[in-house]
């Protein structure tokens, strides 16, 4: 079975500093990650996928993440944060079952603080 | 962004009641699916579709049925609307060009706020 978490259901940081949203995953098999972010009342929008290409990915708004096969994981950096990136963010993977079905991370929502 | 309608985006019906979810694209996607979003729960799946007639069960299918007649339109039925499906509906779409390409994202449209008096 697959599953994803992320650490830490709220994280707060200043205008400038460092973004880094947790990712831990579980498959028997090679996954397939996905960050996606919600503003408010808004639908999710892809930031970044892992397709296996390259451990590296680089996402939109200056967001990249890194797959770590050692530590399962795939967290989400951004190296300043700006007002703009409070939203929540989800972390989810790819099921090999019902279709290709996004299993999602509970969310973690990001406040920036002036 | 992917040419993806819910509707309605609100709401609020009573308990007992039929409610229909209608989701429309203008991508000629192959892949559909209804998601529902809680609070502590993230998304979780309730129905997707891979064709035309062609639908099956998600993680939290009961209570709910689908529909999909034309390749751009894929509604959710609640049949006797209960307070507990009192959620966030999230419509999305993938398009897997050959069988199930797990490596396609899924695009998705803005959501219905639906409360169950």
């Known amino acids: 079975a697959q599953s994803v978490t992320q650490l830490g259901s709220h994280v707060s940081v200043s205008e400038g500093a460092l973004v880094l949203l947790r990712c831990n995953y579980s498959s028997s098999v090679p996954p397939y990650l996905f960050w996606y972010v919600q503003y408010p009342n808004q639908g999710l929008q892809l930031l970044l996928k892992y397709t296996s290409a390259a451990t590296l990915v680089k996402g939109i708004n200056g967001f990249e993440a890194e797959f770590k096969k050692s530590e399962t994981s795939f967290h989400l950096t951004k190296p300043s944060a700006h007002m703009s990136d409070a939203a929540e963010y989800f972390c989810?993977?790819?099921?090999?079952?019902?279709?290709?079905?996004?299993?999602f991370g509970q969310g973690t929502e990001l406040s920036v603080k002036p | 962004d992917a040419g993806i309608t819910q509707s309605p985006r609100h709401k609020v019906t009573e308990t007992g009641t039929p409610v229909t979810l209608r989701c429309h694209q203008t991508e000629n996607h192959r892949y559909m699916y209804w998601y529902r979003q809680d609070p502590g729960h993230g998304l979780r799946l309730i129905h997707y579709?891979?064709?035309?007639?062609?639908?099956d069960k998600g993680e939290v299918s009961d209570g709910y049925s689908v529909s999909r007649s034309k390749t751009e339109d894929f509604l959710l039925t609640l049949e006797s609307a209960t307070s507990s499906q009192t959620s966030v509906y999230f419509c999305?779409?993938?398009?897997?060009?050959?069988?199930?390409?797990?490596?396609?994202?899924?695009?998705f449209g803005d959501g219905t706020r639906l409360s169950i008096l």
């Open positions: 989810a993977v790819s099921s090999y079952n019902q279709g290709g079905k996004l299993i």
């Open positions: 579709s891979y064709g035309v007639k062609d639908t």
């Open positions: 999305a779409i993938s398009e897997h060009r050959v069988g199930q390409d797990l490596r396609q994202p899924q695009h």
